[in-house]
Protein backbone atom coordinates (compact mmCIF):
# COMPACT_ATOMS: atom_id res chain seq x y z
CA UNK A 1 0.00 0.00 0.00
CA UNK A 2 1.57 3.58 -1.52
CA UNK A 3 0.87 6.27 1.74
CA UNK A 4 1.23 10.21 1.11
CA UNK A 5 1.11 12.25 4.02
CA UNK A 6 1.36 15.76 3.76
CA UNK A 7 3.19 17.94 6.39
CA UNK A 8 6.18 17.15 8.41
CA UNK A 9 5.10 18.35 11.72
CA UNK A 10 4.98 17.07 14.95
CA UNK A 11 1.16 15.78 13.90
CA UNK A 12 2.31 14.77 10.47
CA UNK A 13 5.72 12.71 11.96
CA UNK A 14 4.05 11.26 14.83
CA UNK A 15 1.21 9.90 12.26
CA UNK A 16 4.17 8.76 9.55
CA UNK A 17 5.73 7.14 13.23
CA UNK A 18 2.72 5.23 13.78
CA UNK A 19 1.58 4.10 10.34
CA UNK A 20 5.21 2.36 9.45
CA UNK A 21 4.48 -0.31 12.39
CA UNK A 22 2.02 -2.10 9.60
CA UNK A 23 2.97 -0.15 6.16
CA UNK A 24 6.30 0.33 4.50
CA UNK A 25 5.74 2.50 1.58
CA UNK A 26 5.08 6.26 2.93
CA UNK A 27 5.94 9.52 1.68
CA UNK A 28 5.89 12.64 3.81
CA UNK A 29 6.06 15.74 1.97
CA UNK A 30 7.05 19.29 3.63
CA UNK A 31 6.88 22.66 1.84
CA UNK A 32 9.71 23.98 3.93
CA UNK A 33 13.44 22.52 4.15
CA UNK A 34 13.02 21.10 7.40
CA UNK A 35 10.91 18.67 9.88
CA UNK A 36 9.42 20.34 12.85
CA UNK A 37 6.75 22.74 11.86
CA UNK A 38 6.78 24.63 15.02
CA UNK A 39 8.82 22.15 16.87
CA UNK A 40 11.64 23.83 14.74
CA UNK A 41 15.20 24.67 15.04
CA UNK A 42 17.86 27.00 13.62
CA UNK A 43 21.18 25.60 12.98
CA UNK A 44 24.22 28.07 13.49
CA UNK A 45 27.28 26.14 12.33
CA UNK A 46 27.20 24.03 15.41
CA UNK A 47 24.82 25.22 17.30
CA UNK A 48 20.79 24.97 17.90
CA UNK A 49 18.56 27.77 18.42
CA UNK A 50 14.85 26.59 18.63
CA UNK A 51 13.07 29.45 17.55
CA UNK A 52 9.35 27.63 17.86
CA UNK A 53 8.23 26.05 20.78
CA UNK A 54 11.50 25.95 23.12
CA UNK A 55 10.24 23.00 25.81
CA UNK A 56 7.59 20.76 26.53
CA UNK A 57 5.31 20.48 29.47
CA UNK A 58 2.55 18.16 29.10
CA UNK A 59 -0.38 18.07 30.80
CA UNK A 60 -1.52 14.38 30.03
CA UNK A 61 -0.07 11.56 30.68
CA UNK A 62 -0.14 10.73 27.06
CA UNK A 63 1.99 13.19 26.04
CA UNK A 64 4.90 12.77 29.56
CA UNK A 65 5.13 9.38 28.43
CA UNK A 66 5.82 10.58 25.09
CA UNK A 67 8.18 12.52 26.45
CA UNK A 68 9.97 10.05 28.58
CA UNK A 69 10.45 8.06 25.89
CA UNK A 70 12.27 10.62 23.64
CA UNK A 71 14.49 11.03 26.89
CA UNK A 72 15.07 7.54 27.03
CA UNK A 73 16.44 7.85 23.76
CA UNK A 74 18.53 10.80 24.11
CA UNK A 75 16.09 12.97 22.14
CA UNK A 76 14.75 15.13 25.05
CA UNK A 77 16.27 15.61 28.94
CA UNK A 78 13.93 15.82 31.76
CA UNK A 79 14.28 19.31 34.31
CA UNK A 80 11.24 18.37 36.92
CA UNK A 81 8.10 18.39 34.58
CA UNK A 82 9.34 19.95 31.42
CA UNK A 83 11.39 18.69 29.23
CA UNK A 84 14.18 20.08 26.97
CA UNK A 85 15.76 19.25 24.07
CA UNK A 86 19.44 18.01 23.84
CA UNK A 87 20.14 18.86 20.48
CA UNK A 88 17.51 20.80 18.80
CA UNK A 89 13.75 20.84 19.12
CA UNK A 90 13.41 19.33 15.82
CA UNK A 91 14.70 16.33 16.91
CA UNK A 92 11.74 14.83 18.17
CA UNK A 93 10.31 14.93 14.49
CA UNK A 94 13.60 14.05 12.92
CA UNK A 95 13.49 10.59 15.19
CA UNK A 96 9.80 9.68 14.20
CA UNK A 97 10.45 9.32 10.24
CA UNK A 98 13.08 7.96 8.11
CA UNK A 99 14.49 10.43 5.84
CA UNK A 100 14.57 8.30 2.89
CA UNK A 101 10.28 8.88 3.10
CA UNK A 102 10.85 12.66 3.52
CA UNK A 103 10.33 14.88 0.32
CA UNK A 104 11.45 18.48 1.70
CA UNK A 105 10.73 21.98 -0.25
CA UNK A 106 7.75 20.06 -1.87
CA UNK A 107 4.53 22.62 -1.44
CA UNK A 108 1.63 20.01 -2.53
CA UNK A 109 -1.02 22.63 -4.14
CA UNK A 110 -3.55 19.55 -5.72
CA UNK A 111 -4.69 16.30 -4.68
CA UNK A 112 -6.85 14.42 -7.14
CA UNK A 113 -8.75 11.12 -6.58
CA UNK A 114 -8.87 9.10 -9.95
CA UNK A 115 -9.28 5.71 -10.26
CA UNK A 116 -9.31 5.24 -6.37
CA UNK A 117 -5.89 6.74 -6.42
CA UNK A 118 -4.47 9.92 -5.07
CA UNK A 119 -2.45 12.43 -7.44
CA UNK A 120 -0.51 14.97 -6.26
CA UNK A 121 0.95 18.16 -7.73
CA UNK A 122 2.97 20.82 -6.24
CA UNK A 123 3.60 24.62 -6.34
CA UNK A 124 5.85 23.93 -9.64
CA UNK A 125 3.96 21.46 -11.21
CA UNK A 126 5.54 18.21 -10.30
CA UNK A 127 3.67 15.56 -10.09
CA UNK A 128 3.51 12.08 -7.87
CA UNK A 129 1.00 9.51 -8.63
CA UNK A 130 -0.73 6.62 -7.44
CA UNK A 131 -0.64 7.19 -3.52
CA UNK A 132 -3.75 4.46 -2.27
CA UNK A 133 -4.36 6.51 0.83
CA UNK A 134 -3.95 10.27 1.58
CA UNK A 135 -3.52 12.10 5.02
CA UNK A 136 -3.48 15.92 5.48
CA UNK A 137 -1.65 17.04 8.48
CA UNK A 138 -1.40 20.84 7.87
CA UNK A 139 -3.55 23.72 9.51
CA UNK A 140 -7.20 23.95 8.59
CA UNK A 141 -6.28 26.70 6.60
CA UNK A 142 -4.17 25.46 4.41
CA UNK A 143 -6.18 22.33 3.46
CA UNK A 144 -8.68 24.54 2.26
CA UNK A 145 -6.23 26.58 -0.01
CA UNK A 146 -5.54 23.57 -1.44
CA UNK A 147 -7.03 22.07 -4.70
CA UNK A 148 -8.68 19.26 -3.01
CA UNK A 149 -12.56 18.36 -2.98
CA UNK A 150 -13.88 17.54 0.18
CA UNK A 151 -16.93 16.57 2.02
CA UNK A 152 -18.82 19.47 2.67
CA UNK A 153 -19.55 18.27 6.34
CA UNK A 154 -15.80 18.47 6.66
CA UNK A 155 -14.84 20.98 4.84
CA UNK A 156 -17.36 23.60 6.59
CA UNK A 157 -16.02 22.43 9.92
CA UNK A 158 -12.65 23.53 8.64
CA UNK A 159 -13.69 26.68 7.80
CA UNK A 160 -14.42 27.61 11.89
CA UNK A 161 -10.81 26.80 13.00
CA UNK A 162 -9.31 30.26 13.28
CA UNK A 163 -5.65 31.00 14.44
CA UNK A 164 -3.45 33.40 16.11
CA UNK A 165 0.05 34.68 14.16
CA UNK A 166 3.26 34.62 16.25
CA UNK A 167 6.65 36.80 15.52
CA UNK A 168 10.31 35.98 16.34
CA UNK A 169 12.86 37.48 16.44
CA UNK A 170 16.01 35.24 16.47
CA UNK A 171 19.52 36.78 17.51
CA UNK A 172 23.16 35.69 17.97
CA UNK A 173 26.45 36.78 18.48
CA UNK A 174 29.60 34.96 19.53
CA UNK A 175 30.87 38.31 21.98
CA UNK A 176 27.77 40.08 22.73
CA UNK A 177 25.13 39.48 24.41
CA UNK A 178 21.94 41.20 25.51
CA UNK A 179 22.60 43.21 28.59
CA UNK A 180 18.85 44.45 29.43
CA UNK A 181 16.93 41.37 29.16
CA UNK A 182 13.87 42.74 31.70
CA UNK A 183 14.12 45.97 29.37
CA UNK A 184 12.90 43.94 26.84
CA UNK A 185 9.94 42.84 28.59
CA UNK A 186 8.80 46.68 29.17
CA UNK A 187 7.57 46.39 25.51
CA UNK A 188 3.96 45.80 25.09
CA UNK A 189 4.32 44.06 22.07
CA UNK A 190 6.56 41.13 23.65
CA UNK A 191 5.15 38.00 25.08
CA UNK A 192 8.71 36.25 26.40
CA UNK A 193 12.38 35.34 25.33
CA UNK A 194 14.09 32.60 25.61
CA UNK A 195 18.24 32.39 26.11
CA UNK A 196 18.91 29.87 24.05
CA UNK A 197 22.05 29.44 24.96
CA UNK A 198 21.35 29.09 29.21
CA UNK A 199 19.45 26.02 28.15
CA UNK A 200 21.93 24.58 25.71
CA UNK A 201 24.61 25.81 28.18
CA UNK A 202 26.83 27.20 25.54
CA UNK A 203 30.20 29.31 26.90
CA UNK A 204 31.43 30.77 23.70
CA UNK A 205 27.87 31.77 21.87
CA UNK A 206 24.84 33.98 22.91
CA UNK A 207 21.81 33.24 21.42
CA UNK A 208 17.76 34.47 22.09
CA UNK A 209 14.53 33.95 20.85
CA UNK A 210 11.82 36.85 21.20
CA UNK A 211 8.29 35.95 20.75
CA UNK A 212 5.85 38.84 19.93
CA UNK A 213 2.38 38.68 21.24
CA UNK A 214 -0.64 37.30 19.74
CA UNK A 215 -2.45 40.79 19.09
CA UNK A 216 0.79 41.95 17.67
CA UNK A 217 1.52 39.42 14.54
CA UNK A 218 -2.23 38.74 14.42
CA UNK A 219 -2.41 42.58 13.27
CA UNK A 220 0.44 42.25 10.97
CA UNK A 221 0.52 38.59 9.46
CA UNK A 222 -0.41 40.11 5.71
CA UNK A 223 3.37 41.47 5.71
CA UNK A 224 6.47 40.30 4.97
CA UNK A 225 8.71 39.16 8.06
CA UNK A 226 10.93 41.90 7.04
CA UNK A 227 8.20 44.25 7.23
CA UNK A 228 7.05 42.90 10.42
CA UNK A 229 10.65 42.75 11.67
CA UNK A 230 11.09 46.71 11.35
CA UNK A 231 7.60 47.39 12.95
CA UNK A 232 9.07 45.43 16.11
CA UNK A 233 12.18 46.80 16.66
CA UNK A 234 10.63 50.22 16.22
CA UNK A 235 8.25 49.91 18.78
CA UNK A 236 11.57 49.21 20.80
CA UNK A 237 13.62 52.64 22.84
CA UNK A 238 16.74 53.16 21.17
CA UNK A 239 18.77 52.13 23.93
CA UNK A 240 17.16 48.66 23.48
CA UNK A 241 17.07 48.83 19.58
CA UNK A 242 20.53 49.73 19.42
CA UNK A 243 21.70 46.85 21.30
CA UNK A 244 19.65 44.36 19.76
CA UNK A 245 20.96 45.03 16.48
CA UNK A 246 24.55 44.63 17.62
CA UNK A 247 23.47 40.64 17.13
CA UNK A 248 22.79 38.67 13.54
CA UNK A 249 18.88 39.31 13.60
CA UNK A 250 16.85 37.00 11.76
CA UNK A 251 13.08 37.33 11.80
CA UNK A 252 10.38 34.52 11.28
CA UNK A 253 6.55 34.98 11.11
CA UNK A 254 4.26 31.88 12.58
CA UNK A 255 1.07 33.14 10.89
CA UNK A 256 -0.19 29.74 11.69
CA UNK A 257 0.99 29.66 15.07
CA UNK A 258 -1.98 28.36 17.28
CA UNK A 259 -5.27 27.06 16.67
CA UNK A 260 -7.74 29.20 18.77
CA UNK A 261 -10.99 26.80 17.92
CA UNK A 262 -11.20 23.14 17.59
CA UNK A 263 -13.51 20.14 16.24
CA UNK A 264 -15.30 17.81 18.48
CA UNK A 265 -13.88 15.06 16.72
CA UNK A 266 -10.75 13.38 17.40
CA UNK A 267 -9.71 12.87 13.30
CA UNK A 268 -11.33 12.83 10.09
CA UNK A 269 -11.21 9.76 7.95
CA UNK A 270 -13.26 9.19 4.20
CA UNK A 271 -12.81 5.61 3.82
CA UNK A 272 -14.31 5.42 0.57
CA UNK A 273 -11.78 8.31 -0.49
CA UNK A 274 -9.21 6.87 1.69
CA UNK A 275 -8.50 10.31 2.87
CA UNK A 276 -7.48 11.13 6.89
CA UNK A 277 -7.04 14.54 8.38
CA UNK A 278 -5.52 14.75 11.65
CA UNK A 279 -3.68 18.01 13.74
CA UNK A 280 -3.57 19.95 16.94
CA UNK A 281 -6.85 21.52 16.14
CA UNK A 282 -9.05 18.06 16.47
CA UNK A 283 -10.68 17.88 20.25
CA UNK A 284 -8.59 20.49 21.47
CA UNK A 285 -6.20 23.02 20.26
CA UNK A 286 -2.89 21.64 21.54
CA UNK A 287 0.20 19.49 21.61
CA UNK A 288 -1.97 16.70 23.51
CA UNK A 289 -3.91 16.65 20.46
CA UNK A 290 -1.65 16.74 17.80
CA UNK A 291 -0.39 13.72 19.61
CA UNK A 292 -3.75 11.88 20.14
CA UNK A 293 -4.88 12.97 16.96
CA UNK A 294 -2.24 11.45 14.74
CA UNK A 295 -1.78 8.49 17.15
CA UNK A 296 -5.59 7.43 16.91
CA UNK A 297 -6.02 8.06 13.22
CA UNK A 298 -2.60 5.84 13.22
CA UNK A 299 -3.61 2.78 14.49
CA UNK A 300 -6.94 2.84 12.64
CA UNK A 301 -7.60 -0.48 10.87
CA UNK A 302 -7.07 1.00 7.56
Known sequence: MKIAIIGAGFSGCNLYDNLRLRFDDITIFEKSRG?????STKYIGDKFIDHGTSRLLPITEDLKEFCLDLSKNAVLRAR???FFPKEGINKICKFLIDDKDLKTNTKITSAKLVDNKWNLKDENGNSFEGFDKLFLTIPATQILQMDITLEDSIKSQLQTVSYDSVFTLILYSNNKKIENISKIFENENVEDIIDNSRKYFY?????????STKDFA???????KE???????????EEIKKELEKLTIIPHLWKFAFAKTSLDIPYYLNEDKNLGICGDYFN???????LLSSELLGNLDL
Not at 227 to 237: A, C, H, K, T
Open 35 to 39: VGGRL
Open 218 to 224: NSLNQFS
Open 227 to 237: EISDRFLNSFS
Open 80 to 82: YDE
Open 203 to 211: KDFNSYVIH
Open 284 to 290: YNNLESA
